[in-house]
């Protein structure tokens, strides 16, 4: 199994994409892609939540097939890995938390990037220490392109403003799959292909998830 306890030493910029994929699907590959590229990172790390603070946990997935879905979706491609960091951490975890141990694992030359939605930035204060995590990382504000653009820009700018942070905001047309969709219509039996990497839809029929 992949996992971060590798050597990312020679690494000048890292990007932790959080959530729970449950499912992961094209979306968020195609995000982490365009984030990838946009920014000139050079390792993309998947994070799937563990004990989320703002999600009904008894409602989301076990976290071994979060993680192997993960490392499904993301084999073939040499820019991004999977982490076990969060699901492995016992009791809530909080992206401060992740975002300060990668800074002890990494030390302080390499750039972190956090790749995160736009309703996320919008509840961004109702984290743990929102302010310190500011200073710790870039945040990448995600979003399909139907959003509320405005508003979401007018956020990115009072952040940037108030707290000197490094905030950028980027449109991935992909975004509009999303995962609650995939869940349903597994539970309906109607098709995902092509919403998910073939062998993530194996996994979630193999394993009966969503039923």
Known sequence: MRNINKNY????SLAIMGGTFDPIHYGHLVT??????????????????????????DKITHSEHRYLMGVLATATNPYFDVSR?????????YTIDTIKSLRQMYGEE????????????????TWKNPEELFKLCTFVAVTRPEYYKEELI???????NEYESKIHFLEVPALSISST?????VKNKMP?????PESVENYIYKFNLYI
């Open 154 to 160: 007018e956020k990115v700018k009072t952040i940037r």
């Open 181 to 185: 969709d995939i869940r349903n219509r």
């Open 110 to 125: 390499i750039e972190l990037y956090f790749i995160t939605g736009a309703d996320a930035i919008k509840e961004i204060f």
């Open 9 to 12: 030493s020679s690494l000048k």
């Open 85 to 93: 960091m969060e699901i492995d951490r016992k009791g809530v975890t």
């Open 192 to 196: 995902i292909k092509y919403l998910v």
């Open 32 to 57: 982490a892609e365009a984030v990838r590229y946009k920014y000139n990172i050079d390792k993309v790390l998947f994070m799937p939540a563990g004990n989320p603070p703002h999600k009904e946990y």
